[in-house]
């Protein structure tokens, strides 16, 4: 691997896998700006349990692998976080569905080459909240 990694939980109150993530994800990696690592099907039960569901028929068989052994379980497993630095059942809302992707980002890598050529060393990262992005356009316009 040769950039950052992010862990990215997207949740679904009704899912439908239709492909177009994929497909998105696809362009994207072709374009050399990110690689798909990994994808993870959970749920996340009414009494709070995490499971881990079914890819559709035609899938990878391993797909699920990677991220489920970073969260301490196997992909066909119930998901155990033990040990995590971050918490997968904080993220997800009961009664959700999510796919958990692990997702390498190619773009970055020449950034961060720069960064540590120049003595740096990166301390923290995070993403905005769709809401702060919103208020950040107010902000900009």
């Known amino acids: 691997m040769t950039g950052p990694v992010q862990?990215?939980?997207?949740?679904?109150?009704?899912?439908?896998?239709?492909?177009e993530v994929l497909a998105e994800?696809?362009?994207?990696?072709?374009?050399g700006t990110v690689r798909l690592l990994d994808l993870l099907l959970v749920e996340r039960t009414e009494d709070g349990a995490l499971v881990t569901l079914p890819f559709p028929e035609g899938s990878p068989s391993d797909l699920g692998v990677m991220?489920?052994?970073?969260?301490?379980?196997?992909?066909?497993?119930?998901?155990?976080?033990?040990?995590?630095?971050?918490?997968?059942?904080d993220a997800i809302p009961v009664g959700t569905t999510a796919a958990?992707?692990?997702?390498?980002?190619?773009?970055?890598?020449?950034?961060?080459?720069?960064?540590?050529r120049s003595g740096g060393t990166p301390l923290d990262e995070a993403w905005l909240h769709r809401d702060d992005v919103v208020r950040l356009e107010g902000l900009l316009a």
Request: charged share 25%; proline share 3%; no cysteine.
């Open 100 to 116: 958990v992707a692990l997702i390498e980002h190619l773009w970055a890598e020449p950034l961060r080459e720069a960064i540590t």
């Open 67 to 89: 991220t489920a052994s970073l969260l301490g379980a196997s992909a066909d497993d119930d998901v155990q976080v033990e040990g995590a630095s971050w918490s997968l059942a």
């Open 25 to 31: 994800l696809a362009r994207l990696r072709d374009a």
């Open 7 to 19: 862990v990215v939980v997207v949740g679904f109150d009704r899912p439908e896998w239709n492909g």
